[in-house]
């Protein structure tokens, strides 16, 4: 079968390669990949940016139908439509494991990045990993649970209150999908992008922001004083990985509010930590997610609540990988998902 993977270190070092079909395994499931989302941690990879095993099949959103079940499995059958955690390995012994924190697990290999992932027709995965996709989420739809979680997991981290006014800053996918869940908290949505953002920022609107706004911090501070009375927003969440992003975020948050970090920078940029003392901010950052939010995604997503399908902008077969991910790094669009071929 064909995979895109990361063939060695350093920046690019990507192409096609043909790999056999994984075998089973006890404990394990295989699962057909009908859809797999192109996620920032795949352009970081393909950069350079992000640690990863080479030579590894890359993609660890994914969605599709199992077709092989190994001995001992008993959480699904063949002919199951699901999703997955991104999680292949954790050693399950030390102090994060124990605490119910496998994200932060120093031994974990990721699908993707450790492992083969989802660019491929079909992968390998632990039972424990699945999950059922709700009957009226299709398998393109699925496969953006796994961003989904992620946002889940920020604000389990940094906690949104009823009421409360939360700047979302950056309108990709995650900003978009994080927008989503701050709405279905309570909280007045605020989504923060720049004038090359227009039809993101509508995107934002259509899934229930009540406020966009086109301009970075200074623009951004007068709309949210006047919402605030001055005081400026209870939480922010930056969701762009951009330093600029970064900047606006710690400006629009008030005193004692919360900062919460989802994007990734991919590389070192400046923080003026002194505005966390002279503001007494809560910061939090948060990787990846937790089983708990797994469950909560999906019931958000079976209810409706939350909606993947509209930020696919395009579908793929993995033979077009590089234009997938140059569409990524220009920004035109939203959500790429790739399909075998």
Avoid at 205 to 215: H, Q, R, S
Avoid at 239 to 265: D, N
Avoid at 294 to 319: E, F, M, Y
């Amino acid at each position: 079968m064909k995979g895109v993977a990361k063939l060695a270190p350093g920046d690019g070092n990507v192409g096609l390669i043909d790999v056999p079909v994984p075998e089973i395994r006890p404990g394990h499931v295989i699962i057909e990949v009908k859809a797999a989302g192109v996620c920032g941690t795949d352009i970081h990879i393909y950069h350079g940016e992000y640690a990863s095993n080479p030579p590894v099949i890359m993609g660890h959103e994914v969605a599709g139908i199992v077709t092989e079940i190994g001995e001992g499995v008993t959480n699904c059958k063949v002919g199951d439509r699901v999703t997955c955690e991104t999680y292949f390995y954790v050693c399950g012994q030390c102090q994060f494991c124990r605490s119910g924190l496998p994200n932060l697990c120093p031994h974990r290999k990721s699908i993707g990045s450790g492992v083969h992932g989802g660019f491929t027709r079909y992968v390998l995965v632990p039972d424990h990993n699945i999950h059922h996709l709700p009957a009226n989420v299709d398998e393109v739809a699925g496969a953006l649970s796994e961003p989904l979680t992620c946002c889940v997991h920020a604000l389990e981290r940094t906690r949104v209150e009823p009421g409360e006014i939360v700047v979302v800053s950056g309108p990709g996918a995650i900003g978009l999908l994080m927008a989503q869940v701050v709405k279905v908290a309570g909280a007045t949505t605020v989504v923060l992008g720049t004038t090359a953002d227009a039809a993101r920022l509508a995107m934002a609107k259509e899934l229930g922001a009540d406020l966009t706004i086109d301009g970075m911090t200074e623009d951004a501070k007068a709309l949210i004083d006047e919402r605030t009375g001055g005081v400026g927003a209870d939480v922010v969440f930056e969701c762009a990985g951009a330093a600029r992003s970064a900047r606006s975020c710690r400006v629009l948050v008030r005193r004692r509010g919360r900062y919460g970090q989802v994007g990734l920078f991919g590389r070192q940029i400046e923080w003026d930590l002194d505005l966390v003392c002279y503001k007494e901010l809560d910061v939090h950052g948060s990787f990846a997610h937790l089983p708990s939010a797994w469950r909560k995604a999906l019931n958000l997503l079976g209810s409706g609540q939350v909606q993947t399908r509209p930020l696919v902008s395009a579908i793929l077969p993995i033979t077009e990988w590089h234009a997938a991910f140059d569409t990524f790094e220009r920004r035109d669009g939203l959500k790429i998902v790739l399909t075998p071929v």
